[in-house]
């Protein structure tokens, strides 16, 4: 196994380190978005929150706009109906003010 560049542990695994849990590719196997900060809680691409699906294999994503937790599936938080994709084109929708997709102009304030 190689070392961590964070806790210098020979833990580290493919996705993350066993000792510290530090995060290095996104497990998410349609994501596998390289994760350059080792502190993050989140991987920046699609959202996934680390901390439980390292612990627990817990597939969960945080609200960008009322912070609740949810699954990594959903198209819209069920909380503040915040649109994490563009119902018709699927975009990400990054921007927690957007009033529809910057892609295809989809009103995303139903
Ligand atoms: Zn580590
Ligand atoms: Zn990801
Ligand atoms: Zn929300
Ligand atoms: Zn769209």
Known sequence: ????????????GKYWCS????????????????????????????GLLFEDYVKQRKIYRKCPKCKKKQGLNEQRCQHCRFW?????????VTSTSALSCPRCGTNLQR
């Open 19 to 46: 000792a510290c849990k530090a995060v290095f590719v996104c497990p998410m196997p349609n994501c596998g978005a390289t994760i350059s900060n080792p502190d993050a809680e989140e991987c920046p691409r699609c």
């Open 84 to 92: 994490f994709y563009c119902p018709t084109c699927g975009h990400a």
């Open 1 to 12: 196994m190689e070392k961590c560049p964070r806790c210098k542990a020979e833990k580290k």
